[in-house]
């Protein structure tokens, strides 16, 4: 049974469909009223850049977008818009990146003016309809060409901070909604597209945060080693990474025979856009099954890619019998890529909260403690947590230690940033791990 027919069978196609013919929409920039029709099909052309992408960190345009908190429009809290600016890859040519905003559902109660927290998303995928900008109330939508859903399953986060009175930003990455491969655990253009999501929408001066869990971790964690050096006017308060994949090399092993093993796959298209060398080690080896799983998941959505992909080991994958990390291995270029985008060798420019789960199933926790200490090494002011949850699924990996972090984080990581927000002091753990 195809994906589609799944949905359908669960009555999800029409609902989704049902639900975006009643959503309104209009852009800030005026588009006619025949783009404003088309939006509603998958080729929406609010992700369209511009012929000529302006200087990093610019808002290019806005549309409003309804969602729970706010169906009434701009005059009330809560209101919400998709963003389209600019930013830089990682060779610095000029890209349009997609994201939205939520702005506060209740006045803030802290200290100074209205902070804002730009989260980074986790997994989605790597097709445009797993951007979480698209579809109606941010919650998601279904492709038919590529037979990929996109699900927002960190929406109420989201909400969380704009009930506290916290402005939201959410960045959908370079290349996800926009035209092009979206470049998947590349830190260094995650890290751009986090940083010119705050120049482009934030007020000059007002506190800013950053939060990300698992693919998220990572890019919050680059942005914050990349800040000084890319956009030191952010007034970055402080930075909470969970389950960051820091070291990709230990990674790629991680997630092999994984529920989420296509990520794999994910990472070789994006990383193959920047690099063409990257995909030679794998297109050498992969047999006719191999080449269904890259061509499959070259717009997929982290949902439907595990229903399709789940628990493969890759070394069913190839004709030599290696896993997808062994033939990588091998190509001594492959290795100083994945080098080159290893967190841990910047100092982060303002405080950071490094958290694991503990025996992490799919991101392995020693690697992102190992970052946490390196950041302690070059002085930075490090909060780091470790829950030790135990295995739940021994000789298994299919995700519910990497993803319990993900809830378990939420609500101390929310309070650490309002506490930089606050102003109350930090208290380092370096030296206790």
Known sequence: MTIRKRLLSLGLIPTLIATALTVGVHTADAQTSSQADSALTWDDPFYSPPENVPAAGSLIRTQPAPQLLNVLGPDFPGYAEKILYSSTTIHGDPVAVSGFTIEPANPWQGAGPTPTIVFAPGTRGAGDACAPSKGPGFIGQYDPQAEALGTNYEIPFYSAA?????????????????PGQHTYVLHTEEAHAVLDAARAVVPEGSPVGLFGYSQGGGAVAAAAEHHQSYAPEVNLQGTYSGAAPADLAAVIGGVDNSSIVSVLAFAYHGWGERFPEFKEPFDAVVNDRGREFLASNRDSCIGDSVVRWHLTDTRTLTTTGESMAEAAFRDERIVE??????????????????????????????QTTQMARDYCALGADVT???EGVPELTPGMKVGLNHAGGMLTQAQPAAQWLADRFNGVPTTSSCGTF
Do not use: H
């Open 384 to 386: 780091y947590l470790d």
């Open 162 to 178: 704009s009930l506290l009175g916290m402005r939201v930003v959410v960045t959908d990455y370079i290349g996800l909604g926009t």
């Open 337 to 366: 890529l994945l080098n080159s985008q290893k967190l841990g060798q910047q100092v982060p420019s303002a405080p950071i909260f490094v958290a694991t789960g503990g025996n992490d199933d799919l991101v392995p926790s020693p």
